[in-house]
């Protein structure tokens, strides 16, 4: 009975017991990261915004913050925007963009991943000279890659196709370094009760070490989607015909078809920037917890 009455006036006390300063620095540090939030993201809410005004209103000044009359037009207008042997391209510009960049995630995920358990946990002759050799070619810039790369396609055929912007993505550098640090934290032990259990290599691959970095794998999906979807020079190197190109590639002729159309312009940047915000933050959640859990932050 002591000991619960104890407890019950310990507690109260513990409660009353913080300063008024612990409450005036929690208000004034999440006042100041609202503040950087909103300055952060102002931008693209005014570009937003842009979307539904004239260009009238978006070149006059003081500018106004929100439309006087709202135009959804401007987004019809674009949607339906057609070349003179293509109708209604944009629609087939998104769909390029976004099936390139699924197949891109997928092949990324299941070798990155294969690559990175393989020196995570594998021991082979020379696996350490190739790792190091692998995460070296990060330090090459891309242009320098450019013309042979161009040259070597060119005479494969791959001109006009999309096998120059699937194959060299199949593996990237960074996917593998990222999940050969997330394979190093897992504990060993799980693997090895679950060999102890009757699973072979490749199952315990599948079934202890791909559950568990699910962070790591979610965070590469999002690099690796919003590196494809952003690509610009791949497609612009590699594909010619109109109704071929992604949104990036098409877009850059639409501006420059309607370089006064400020209006227009700003809705086909919402076209290319609204998908990966949004896969952003259905999965940033993941995203943070990779940074913690890889071993990238201290190693």
């Known amino acids: 009975m002591a000991t619960a009455a104890e407890t019950r006036s310990v507690t109260p006390a513990a409660r009353e017991g913080k300063p008024a300063s612990f ?10 990261l609202i503040v950087i939030s909103i300055i952060a993201f102002l931008p693209f809410v005014l570009s937003f915004l842009g979307t539904f005004k004239t260009n009238v209103e978006l070149t006059s000044f003081p500018p106004t913050f929100l ?5 959804v037009d401007n987004w019809v207008r674009v949607w339906n925007f057609s070349l003179p042997t293509v109708q209604n391209v944009v629609p087939i510009w998104i769909w390029n963009s976004t099936w390139l960049a699924i197949v891109n995630v997928l092949t990324q995920l299941f070798f990155c991943s294969l690559a990175g358990y ?7 002759p020379g696996r350490d ?24 396609f060119a005479r494969l055929g791959w001109i006009n196709t999309y096998w120059p912007l699937i194959v060299p993505s199949i593996v990237t550098p ?6 050969t640090q997330f394979f190093k934290s897992i504990p060993r032990e799980l693997e090895e009760a679950a060999q102890i259990d009757g699973l072979d290599r490749f199952g315990t691959y599948t079934r202890i070490a791909l559950p568990l970095s699910r962070p790591a794998l979610i965070t590469l999906a999002i690099l690796a989607f919003q590196g494809s979807w952003n690509n610009f020079t791949g497609p612009l190197l590699f594909l010619q015909r109109p109704e071929m190109m992604t949104l990036t590639v098409g877009m850059n002729f639409f501006r420059t078809q309607f370089s006064n159309d400020f209006s227009a312009i700003l809705v086909g940047a919402m076209f290319n920037a609204i998908p990966v915000l949004i896969l952003f933050f259905i999965l940033n959640r993941y995203f943070l917890e990779s940074a913690s859990y890889s071993g990238l932050a201290g190693q």
């Open 23 to 32: 409450y005036i620095v929690a208000v004034i540090r999440y006042g100041f």
């Open 129 to 152: 000279w190739i790792y190091a050799f692998i995460i070296a070619t990060m330090a090459i810039p891309a242009v320098i890659t450019m013309i042979p790369g161009f040259v070597f």
């Open 174 to 179: 960074f996917g593998i370094l990222m999940l």
């Open 118 to 124: 393989a020196f995570a946990r594998m021991r082979f």
């Open 67 to 71: 439309p006087e009359q709202w135009r």
